[in-house]
């Protein structure tokens, strides 16, 4: 059964880097099947797309964050990271990592990560 | 900006059929299938329809999805008080080149 779980700190100071780590368990990240992607949550608010990445490398990304994000993939650890810089407290929600299947004319995302809340304070 | 819309909430007593709807245009809904997705309270979403109607193992078949043009539908019946979560409609933006989530619904058994 595929596993997800994200993981990075908890807390980030304003105008730094938010630097989070999705694992993968019971699958790979090398797989030419599925994208890797980043998903937010603000508190009681609803799911925002960040990005997306292949095992290549290749990436697309929200084009409201682009200018911010950035979504590298570590073959060798089965893993896959987000780093948003300058955040503000805008960027204060839980944060799941999920694979994303896709085809020819479907994607959707099927497995996800618990989320893990990342708070922006000083 | 693309935008796909849901009511804030929905509501129906044990047993009822509902229904939540997703509005979208041509460069998502219209060009692209859409999915759904069901998120508990304190939970993280889960897949519960893709690809406008096919439900993953394990979804009974009380949920159904379809799709007409630019908008969707997500139908609920037999409605059951474990049903009670937010729903969120997705779908490709072909502007974004992403997937974009609807608001959200919330769902509430009475």
């Known amino acids: 059964q595929l596993q997800l779980q994200e993981s990075g700190p908890g807390l980030v100071k304003p105008s730094e880097t938010l630097s989070l780590t999705c694992t993968v368990s019971?699958?790979?990240?090398?797989?030419?099947?599925?994208?890797w992607g980043w998903v937010r949550q603000p508190p009681g608010k609803g799911l925002e797309w960040i990005g997306l990445?292949?095992?290549?490398?290749?990436?697309y990304y929200n084009p409201s964050l682009k200018s911010r994000v950035s979504i590298s993939v570590d073959t060798s650890k089965n893993q896959f990271s987000l780093n948003l810089s300058s955040v503000t407290a805008a960027d204060t929600a839980v944060y799941y990592c999920a694979r994303h299947d896709y085809g020819g004319n479907f994607d959707y995302f099927d497995y996800w990560g618990q989320g893990t809340l990342v708070s922006v304070s000083s | 900006q693309s935008v796909l819309t849901q009511p804030p909430s929905a509501s129906g007593t044990p047993g009822q059929r509902v229904t939540i709807s997703c509005s979208g245009s041509s460069s998502n809904i219209g060009s692209n299938t859409v999915n759904w997705y069901q998120q508990l309270p304190g939970t993280a979403p889960k897949l519960l329809i893709y690809s406008n109607n096919q439900r993953p193992s394990g979804v009974p078949d009380r949920f159904s999805g379809s799709k007409s043009g630019t908008s969707a539908s997500l139908a609920i019946s037999g409605l059951q008080s474990e049903d009670e979560a937010d729903y969120y409609c997705a779908a490709w933006d072909d502007r974004m080149n992403g997937p974009l989530f609807g608001g959200g619904t919330k769902l509430t058994v009475l």
């Open positions: 990445i292949y095992y290549s490398g290749s990436t």
């Open positions: 019971g699958g790979s990240v090398s797989s030419r099947s599925y994208y």
